[in-house]
């Protein structure tokens, strides 16, 4: 009998694109930049014009099995590079197993639902406005993991499928993120980086921001009527019943009253998240932080729910396995990165990218600059690493190309906001989408129309920005 094909795993595609990467260290010439210290920043930054050749390091099957574990943390120096996240991660599976135990979520969803009464779809342009506020402001990436658990049950139970839930919270803060205004994580650090004031090109970047929302928020809302209109027209429609069994608890059971004590733990909850917000934004934590926040929270939920300590202890060890897989998924991304760093191919990539930019006119210069920075994010996720790394290098250039430096900033932040959308080495995509039971591939095959026209919009807004 002929086999089906499936989709391979999150966890299979990344060890491929691990060990492909790893190939190209076999091809690609080894070489990096001079490091120095930039003081503003408070980082080691490339040199212009001190690339150079260094002895080539390919990496083997060993090294690519090793990847993962060095995703984790650095062996060499024990300087941490997913553990954190990882353990934020579980932590937070953990958290919502607490409070899920206490039945206030169920009861959450099951009240909304009835006070919405058939206007569940204004809550999309709503919330994605506030996740790309959270994305403009202060780059909400990592932040977002908890919400998928939230809100992708919600819009079920609101007749909708898992990529309206998915898409709500990543197409929102992605497109934050691609349009950053005050980004500390992208647009300011890439600003001191190319040695300009981060408010130089706001207005562009607001531009962005506001068209690129409308877009986003036309692209989901349509396709979430289409789906509640026909529910065999959802991209997923195939596991829309294990979707249901999985997210859904009251679909297998009575629907918890929405008492008293669970309103107060819901209150608790919501404190929680708006805690989060404040200490990423303003109080300056990062998951260490986080972890502790999420640890303390469900031990009060624990005491206001009346969990018994054995109840409490289950749940909370079952909600961290639920989410380890999770966890794994974000630490194998990194280890691609590892790879390309250990295999000193990263500043070759970087100097061959400024090689093609030597000469261009405006136009192509700058479009060239924003599919460079673009192709960039792919191997450098993370929009911090990816400014340190390519602005100094990257901005000079514009002078000799008569373009002004914000500009090639706004090429950098509306490229570096991509890996929050689709890209398979960020652990943010490929996390929210093992959150939302919702196959990489399909993703791709939904979004690619919403990429295409947010990519021609961005070159669009570029092009003008250099001839006005």
């Known amino acids: 009998m002929k086999r089906k094909f499936t989709f391979p795993s999150t966890y299979t595609i990344l060890m491929v694109l691990t060990a492909i990467m790893a ?3 076999w091809i690609v010439p080894a070489g990096e930049y001079d490091m120095v210290k930039n003081e ?10 001190s690339y150079h050749s260094v002895a080539a390091n390919p990496q083997g099957l060993w090294d690519v099995l090793m990847a993962p574990v060095q995703g984790f943390y650095d062996p060499t120096t024990y300087e941490a590079r997913g553990i954190d996240i990882a353990l934020f991660v579980i932590i937070i599976g953990a958290y919502l197993s607490v409070v899920a ?10 009240g909304v639902m009835k006070k919405l ?3 569940e779809k204004w809550m999309i342009p709503i919330l994605m406005a506030l996740f790309a506020m959270g994305g403009t402001v202060y780059g909400m990436a990592e932040e977002t993991i908890p919400f998928y658990t939230i809100l992708v049950p919600v819009m079920l139970a609101a007749g909708y499928d898992t990529v309206v839930g998915a898409a709500i919270v990543m197409v929102g803060a ?8 005050i980004n500390p994580f992208a647009t300011v650090i890439a600003a001191n980086a190319a040695g300009i004031n981060f408010m130089n090109g706001i207005g562009l970047r607001l531009t962005i921001l506001i068209i690129g929302w409308i877009i986003c928020t036309i692209f989901v809302m349509r396709y979430a009527a289409k789906v509640k209109a026909d529910p065999t027209r959802s991209i997923v429609y195939k596991q829309r019943a294990e979707d249901e069994a999985y ?12 008492t008293l004590r669970r309103k107060i733990i819901l209150t608790i909850f919501a404190a929680t998240f708006g805690i989060m917000i404040w200490g990423v934004s303003v109080g300056g934590w990062w998951m260490a932080q986080l972890s502790t926040l999420f640890i303390g929270s469900s031990i009060v939920v624990g005491f206001a729910g009346r969990l018994s300590e054995k109840t409490f202890s289950e749940r909370f060890i079952a909600g961290a396995q639920d989410l380890l897989g999770v966890a794994l998924i974000i630490v194998i991304a990194r280890g691609l990165v590892v790879v390309m760093d250990n295999g000193h191919i990263t500043h070759t990539i970087l100097h061959s990218a400024a090689d093609v930019l030597a000469g261009l006119p405006k136009v192509p210069f700058i479009n060239a600059v924003y599919w460079i920075e673009a192709l960039l994010s792919f191997v450098v996720p993370s929009s911090s690493g990816l400014a340190v790394l390519s602005m100094p290098i990257l901005a000079p250039l514009a002078d000799f190309a008569h373009v002004s430096r914000e500009l090639v900033v706004t090429a950098y932040q509306s490229a570096s906001g991509l890996p929050n959308l689709i890209t398979p080495t960020s652990g943010v995509v ?8 919702i196959n990489y591939f399909t993703w791709v095959r939904w979004i690619a129309p919403l990429l295409a026209i947010l990519i021609i919009m961005i070159m669009v807004i570029l092009s003008i920005g250099v001839l006005v």
């Open 101 to 110: 135990e206490t039945g206030a979520i169920d009861a959450g969803i099951a």
């Open 40 to 49: 503003a920043l408070g980082k080691m930054v490339p040199l212009v014009g």
């Open 23 to 25: 190939l190209l260290t």
């Open 174 to 181: 992605g497109i934050g993120c691609l349009g950053s205004t």
């Open 247 to 258: 997210f859904l608890h009251q679909k297998s059971k009575e629907v918890p009253e929405f």
């Open 117 to 119: 009464n058939g206007h």
């Open 430 to 437: 490929m996390g929210g989408l093992a959150l939302s039971r």
